[in-house]
């Protein structure tokens, strides 16, 4: 048992210290002709120039580009203006970082507020033998709380949704089951003024065939005591006619 729990121990050691040594030192990093401190300082202080500028500036600057013209600018000046609103004054600079992958290069600096740090993140494009400026972005930093409160929040709102879309879908099913008796209704309602129809014409047909019996009737009885008077049929008139 002893001898299983140290090979496990190795076995942990030795993965910690492979991943140690695959591990880059940011610091040794050089990037298009530059050090690792010369890329902090060109980002420290465009981030810099950034806390000075004024909002009206911001506006004329947005105003006079478009994202399909110029996106990295109208991406950054827009990410500024929205990233820096109520966070108050600026207090220095924080972390900085530099990590390359999948032809990526990625610098990231942290800017400390009083309020809530921002995260400035420059972008470029290493396909190419002329490294490319793909994205320049401020953010806001989101605590672990809040970012799991967003998370809870968007969970919540994904669920809703979700349950909001089942009973949509339970009223539309029971709703199938009561179409067919509507249409049975309908049809019931539309059978029974047919037959009515047919009943009421059935006995205008019965009374037709009743007077036209009485007619040939009259005729037969008007014919008969005319026989036996030996007088004409026009010197009298049959009223009525009743039967036993």
Do not use: H
């Not at 947005?62 to 110029?70: A, F, P, R, Y």
């Not at 032809?103 to 995260?119: A, F, G, H, P, W």
């Not at 009223?171 to 009515?196: E, S, V």
């Amino acid at each position: 048992m002893k001898k299983k729990l140290w090979m496990l121990v190795c076995v942990c050691l030795l993965a910690f210290s492979v991943t140690a040594c695959g591990k880059t030192d940011q610091t040794s990093i050089t990037f298009n002709g530059g050090t690792y401190d010369q890329w902090k300082d060109t980002v420290q202080q465009t981030a810099q120039q950034m806390t000075t500028v004024s909002e009206a500036d911001i506006d004329n600057a947005l105003s006079s580009i478009s994202e399909k013209s110029d996106a990295v600018n109208y991406n950054f000046y827009s990410s500024w203006k929205e990233a820096v609103a109520d966070e108050g004054d600026f207090q220095g600079f924080g972390d900085f970082t530099m990590t390359e992958s999948n032809k990526t290069m990625v610098m990231e600096q942290i800017l400390n507020y009083t309020n809530r740090d921002l995260s400035f993140t420059v972008v470029f494009d290493t396909t190419t033998d002329t490294p490319e400026l793909t994205s320049m972005t401020f953010d806001k930093v989101y605590s672990l709380g809040e970012k799991m409160g967003k998370a809870g929040m968007n969970t919540l709102m994904g669920m809703g949704t979700v349950f909001v879309i089942l009973i949509l879908i339970s009223i539309i099913i029971y709703a199938f089951r009561i179409i067919p008796y509507l249409q049975n209704k309908k049809k019931n309602a539309a059978d029974a003024t047919a037959a009515k129809e047919d009943k009421v014409v059935e006995q205008i047909a019965q009374k037709e065939e009743l007077v036209q019996d009485d007619l040939e009737l009259v005729a037969v009885i008007s014919a008969a005591i005319a026989a036996a008077t030996g007088s004409s049929t026009d010197g009298f008139v049959v009223r009525s006619i009743k039967r036993r």
